[in-house]
């Protein structure tokens, strides 16, 4: 195994210092590290809990290592924009975030274009977003055996959702324009799935 | 059974990862190092994706943490799979570059 660098602990030890060998050992963290273990919380939580403490090791080791700030700087920052991106899309707060803007532009096009059949348009959201949500569940909950339970409670309250809306006399645009949202929101959910699974 | 399938070609990332941890075990930093060194500087990984790849690659078999004991410097190593899935990338890497070859030898 390769030496690793000095622990915190260690350079706290060595904090202050001098020898014949050596340079005097910075005390504490750095400002940039401090700069850093801020950033960090833009991280969503469960991958924060279970590799901060290697993140900012990391970061230790890159300080040490890297021949300026400016450089760091460029690389984690390179870093940090991407991986925050790709973690952030995982969550559901990533995800209702894409929806609900891709939804809202959706929305205040058709309005700025007079598109007729407006109520059309709300209803294909509402679908789109009940599919969403129905897709995000479904995938959270599919390591439990009870899967095919899921799905049928799903589509069960999909169907009587629909039957209550044709009994309270919805028309029938209203419910295909319901309909296709409900669909889109599973093709995309399963392209976003299929993307994400893969290595 | 594991979510993720490592059937088809894999990223250049996860190919790295896997030949950077194939002959031992290496904490965070050493890997980013390793594969920097293998790809001759083409790749290079932060601390943000490293772990992404390693946590998707634990999900899918090919990885396995191996001591945990300080959080700071936790190891992974390579599982018989992500042995196997090395070597079959590399098999069609190899194919690929040989066809490569083939077709842009100079007539």
Known sequence: MTASPLSPPQRAANCGQHSLMAQEEPCGPSRSLTVYSLLLTLYPQPYLQQHRAELLQNFEDFERTLPSRSELWLFIGKDLLYSLRSQFIKTLWGQTAIVVAVLAILLVFTRHRGVAR???VELFCLGYILGWFAGWFGKQWRVFSFKGVVRAIGFGALALFIIGAVKAGAQAHSLWAFCYGATLACIAGWIGNR???RL | MSKLTPAGPLTPAVFHILLALYDRERHGYDIMRQVAMDSRGAVKMGPGTLYGSLDRMIEAGLVVQ???????RIYYKLTALGKTSLRAES???????ATARRQLRPT
């Open chain 2, 91 to 97: 098999d069609r890497l190899s194919a690929v570059a």
């Open chain 1, 118 to 120: 407006v109520h059309g």
């Open chain 2, 66 to 72: 191996s001591n945990t004991r300080d959080p700071r």
């Open chain 1, 195 to 197: 993307r994400q699974t």
